[in-house]
């Protein structure tokens, strides 16, 4: 018997609260069926490129997986992401200067929170639901952007940025090809150390938690639920900012047709990485594995010659497939939460 509940205990933390075991497992094995069917897949070239895709998304990822923690949704970030850093571009361009990396990232940042404290307004102080809310500011951040910033293709960037473009933590050289890591993977893993210790360390964190779980009880907690919402959503809008500019040092130029469209992919890793969509779940660690297996699997489907339409065919499913496992999952506890009461209510 003590052995049964040693092996289920096993089991369980290698599996994880989120379910981040299994998201591994899941990784190993696609890796490993990849190479099967293709040897050039497990290269440190292809491991640099996944990463250096992942980059932007996972910052994209953090932001979603504290809105989903909390109980809400947002779609507005890409648009929110590339409003930052295209109107970054363009001020620099406009005043004839460079601002410099850190300049160019604090534009963004404030660019990115002033546009999520909009929607953090308009959820907290009027109540209204948070997929409509940016769903409606999606589409008027793009309308600003294009009618009022910009709307053409820019190729040159100020001199700071496209510096940083080509600057790599360090390069492997496999025969006649470089495998070039970004030095953006620095700035990135700090990015999800200091959520995780945000969500798990603090007030703030605890807040988070507890708005998810239930909006009412939070309030009647003590957490000042309105301010606790709008502080959520300008981080999300400063994170986006982040990943705005990010996404144009790595591009290498400018335009403000991008990223509108990728909230799919990035909703579907948080959730894939154990976030539930009803909120009061979630972790920074099943989050970025959640980016990885996508990226992956997209890479994985380039290798074999997919179309890209099926691969977004591809990232529907999973989502469909992670919001099913949850319900499964949450169905199953209420099962056995009742059969417990049951057995109580008859001793």
Aim: proline share 3%; net charge positive.
């Amino acid at each position: 018997m003590n052995t049964g509940r040693k092996n289920a205990a096993w089991v369980n933390r290698l599996r994880g609260r989120n379910n981040e075991g299994v998201l591994a497992l899941t990784i190993l094995v696609v890796v490993a069926l990849m190479t099967v069917v293709n040897p050039d897949f497990f290269t440190v070239s292809t491991l640099f490129s996944i990463l250096r895709n992942s980059l932007v998304e996972t910052v994209f990822a953090l932001g979603v997986l504290i809105v989903i923690v909390s109980g809400g949704i947002d779609v507005s970030f890409p648009v929110i992401g590339i409003f930052a850093g295209y109107t970054t571009i363009v001020i620099a361009q406009s005043g004839g200067f460079d601002p410099g990396v850190l300049g160019a990232l604090l534009i963004a940042v404030v660019i990115g929170s002033l546009l999520g404290l909009v929607n953090g307004g308009l959820i907290a102080r009027f109540g209204l639901p948070t997929l409509i809310v940016t769903l409606g500011t999606q589409g008027i951040f793009r309308g600003v952007l294009l009618a009022y910033i910009g709307s053409r293709y820019i190729a040159e960037l100020p001199a700071g940025i496209a510096q940083l473009s080509t600057t790599d933590l360090f390069v492997v050289q496999q025969g006649q090809v470089a495998a070039r890591l970004h030095v953006f993977v620095v700035p990135v893993v700090l990015l999800c150390l200091a959520v995780h210790w945000l969500l798990q360390r603090t007030v703030f964190g605890r807040g988070v938690y507890a708005l998810g779980g239930d909006a009412e009880s939070a309030r009647r907690a003590g957490f000042p639920v309105v301010r606790l919402q709008l502080a959520i959503y300008a981080l999300v809008g400063l994170l986006a900012g982040i990943a705005g500019i990010m996404h144009v040092t790595l591009s290498r130029n400018a335009n403000p047709y991008e990223l509108a469209g990728t909230e799919l992919d990035i909703i579907a890793a948080v959730v894939l990485g154990g976030a539930s969509i009803l909120g009061g779940r979630g972790s920074v660690l099943g989050t970025v594995l959640g980016v990885v297996l996508i990226a992956v699997i997209k890479n994985s489907l380039i290798l074999m010659g997919v179309p890209g339409t099926w691969q977004r065919a591809a990232v529907g499913v999973l989502l469909v497939a992670g919001v099913s496992i949850q319900a499964l999952g949450a169905r199953r506890k209420a099962a056995g939460r009742r059969a417990v009461e049951l057995e109580e209510a008859r001793a």
